[in-house]
């Protein structure tokens, strides 16, 4: 079994987004469950709740119960509760694969980066990426670059700015089957160039 946790810090950046698209890509290589930690928002939970054809994995609360959901799966995505303390990161990492930190190539979100990132390094954590999402403009090519330049570890994909997602999330649908943008099914493949990426660093 190989666990994958999506983890920042600051919340907005994606994390959710990043988690449902995961599990999704990996279901289709194998079973997949998704454990959503968040306990107030719980939504993962929410946004796969309808019973859509096109859906690929399980989802589940994060709970006491969790390592025993685990069981018979091949796949387990971590969706983080979300404002992480260091040692919670820090824990998360060394009990996955991969860590797997979502960023958006904004002010504020790369503010926060470095408080996210400073507990890991500081660990001599190596099994964690960072992934810039909601790309516009050309500024997650240059934060990409900058990470990279400084020795952090960073996906080479990345994923575009759109509307497509928050609307394939209100109607509980996956992204490849929200049909309404044509943009949606462009966005859905570049998580799916994300997830094959994740898979080469564990294996």
């Known amino acids: 079994m190989e666990i994958f946790s999506i983890a920042n810090m600051k919340g907005g950046v994606g994390k959710t987004t ?6 999704q890509g990996l279901g ?18 929410a946004w796969r709740s309808s019973d859509n054809p096109a859906w690929s994995f399980d989802v589940a609360r994060y709970d006491e119960d969790a390592a025993k959901r685990m069981k018979g799966y091949e796949y387990v995505v971590i969706d ?30 790369a503010t926060g980066l470095a408080n996210t990132l400073s507990p890991l390094v500081d660990a001599g954590i190596q099994n964690f990426r960072v992934l810039v999402v909601v790309n516009e403009g050309g500024r997650g090519e240059e934060l990409r670059e900058h990470l990279a330049e ?19 999330a209100e109607q509980r649908i996956p992204l490849e089957a929200y049909t309404q943008n044509r943009y949606a099914r462009t966005v859905a493949l ?14």
């Not at 996955?96 to 930190?101: G, M, P, T, Y």
């Open 28 to 45: 289709k290589k194998g079973k997949t469950l998704l454990l959503d930690a968040d306990q107030e928002l719980q939504c993962a939970v």
């Open 190 to 203: 570049e998580y799916q160039s994300v997830m094959r990426e994740a898979l080469s660093y564990v294996r």
């Open 80 to 109: 983080s509760k979300g404002n992480e303390q260091g040692h919670d990161l820090v824990s998360l990492a060394r009990a996955s694969a991969l860590l797997i930190v979502p960023t958006r190539p904004e002010g504020v979100s």
């Open 18 to 23: 990043t988690a449902i698209q995961m599990a």
């Open 150 to 168: 400084s020795g952090i570890p960073v996906f080479t994909s990345m994923v575009r700015k759109s509307t497509a997602v928050g609307d394939a």
